[in-house]
Every structure is written in structure tokens, then in C-alpha cells.
């Protein structure tokens, strides 16, 4: 049983340009988490997503941050004109629908210059 | 504002020594705890979690001891081996269907062989 797919793993961007980062549940996990962690801190939440649904996004930055979870395929968290700040480790966790325990991906790590 | 938070930042154990990494929460809301380990470059591995109607879960190796008066958790790890040099994250989390997780600022434990 595959666990959390994130893809890429490492991804470079020049400032002002659009990152956009992947993530495949594990099978049959309806429910998808998304945090980043800045370098030797702990993971913030940033948005929670269902199938289709956006249920909680409080800790998304309120601009060029968007994430979906379409019936098909990955779920995207795309960041729109990014800036240096922006430089993190995006991680994304699943669980199942019956569940709250939340099994983490392998992240991925944004670096913009 | 919810928080949770650790008392020690790095703790040194020789091999073999239990290991005690603690961890202090400040929403009496929260009733479900977890404990995840990472490695450096890797996601957090689920470790251990516990409900708020417990105060003692063991796995193996580990225990997790919560004391809801203090509003404490701790983590146990039994006879500490290399393996387990790691940044340890307690979180949190409100089982009422938001399920976004708090996490502390991180424990890292090394091990001395």
C-alpha cells in the first residue's frame, strides 16, 4: 500500500513565477491535509481539503495561494507570483473518512530565488 | 490562541537510556493528541496518538502519558537506540470535524552510541 505521493520533491523557482505542488493520497484516503514548515520550526496548517471541497483553509495566506482537490486526480496547491518567502517545505498529509489520523508525504521543498 | 508547546529543545540520551520528551499544550479544547518523528529531509512519521478520554496509550517502545489537569503530554521511548535520533513534534487537534493539527516547535533527540 503506497503511502503519501508528492511530486516534485525539490522545486526552484525565480521570483514572480508560479509553483505548483502535487499530492496523491493514500488509497483510499478521501481527506487531504497541507501544511509548510519553515526551516527548524514545527508544521503550520494551511488549508484541508475533501474531495471537491474545500473544508477549512484559515491558514492559507489570503493572496496567490490556491489549493483543490478535484474528483480526479492530485490535489494542488498552487502558489501564484512567488517571492523568497515563499522558500519552505510544503508537506501534504491524508486520512481516511472514518479517521483523524494523518499520515504525512515525503514534502516538498520550494526554493525561490 | 491555541499553541502547543515544548519544554526542551535538544535532549542527548546514551543508547539504551529511556528517553522522557515533553510537551505542553494550552487548549483545553483539544482531545486528540499525536506524536510524529522526523528525520531530517523526510516527512513526520506517525508515532503514537492518544484521545482525551485516556491518559496512558503504550505502542511498542513508546508510551504516551497526557495529563489534561497540567495540560501535558509526554513522550516515552524505552532503550533509545540510534535509529531513533530524530525531531520529535507533538500536535493537536479538536475532534469536531476540523481536524487541523497544532504542532510544537519540535524536540531533537540524539543519541549517543
Known amino acids: 500500500n503506497a503511502g503519501v505521493m508528492q511530486n516534485p520533491r525539490h522545486l526552484v523557482r525565480r521570483r514572480g513565477q508560479e509553483a505548483r505542488l502535487r499530492c496523491s493520497p493514500m488509497k483510499g484516503h478521501s481527506h487531504v491535509y497541507w501544511y509548510r514548515q519553515l526551516p527548524e520550526e514545527g508544521l503550520k496548517f494551511m488549508v484541508y481539503l475533501q474531495k471537491e471541497n474545500i473544508i477549512d483553509e484559515s491558514g492559507m495566506p489570503k493572496e496567490r495561494f490556491s489549493a483543490e482537490f478535484p474528483k480526479e486526480g492530485p490535489s494542488i496547491l498552487r502558489i501564484q507570483q512567488v517571492v523568497r518567502g515563499d522558500s519552505a517545505a510544503y508537506f501534504c498529509?491524508?486520512?481516511?473518512?472514518?479517521?483523524?489520523?494523518?499520515?504525512f508525504g515525503p514534502g516538498t521543498r520550494l526554493t525561490v530565488t | 490562541g491555541e499553541s502547543v508547546g515544548l519544554h526542551l529543545p535538544t535532549l542527548s540520551v546514551q543508547e539504551g537510556d529511556n528517553s522522557i520528551i515533553n510537551c505542553a499544550y494550552s487548549?483545553?479544547?483539544?482531545?486528540?493528541f499525536i506524536w510524529y518523528k522526523q528525520e531530517s529531509g523526510k516527512g513526520p512519521q506517525f508515532i503514537i496518538d492518544?484521545?482525551?478520554?485516556?491518559d496512558k496509550r503504550q505502542g511498542q517502545r513508546v508510551t504516551v502519558l497526557l495529563n489534561k489537569t497540567v495540560k501535558h503530554l509526554s513522550l516515552q521511548i524505552a532503550a533509545t537506540q540510534p535509529g531513533d535520533s530524530a525531531v520529535y513534534f507533538c500536535?493537536?487537534?479538536?475532534?469536531?470535524?476540523?481536524?487541523?493539527?497544532?504542532f510544537g516547535s519540535g524536540t531533537r533527540l540524539q543519541v549517543q552510541p
Open positions: 498529509a491524508s486520512s481516511p473518512p472514518s479517521g483523524v489520523e494523518q499520515y
Open positions: 487548549n483545553s479544547a483539544s482531545d486528540y
Open positions: 492518544i484521545r482525551s478520554n485516556m
Open positions: 500536535a493537536e487537534s479538536m475532534d469536531t470535524g476540523r481536524r487541523a493539527l497544532t
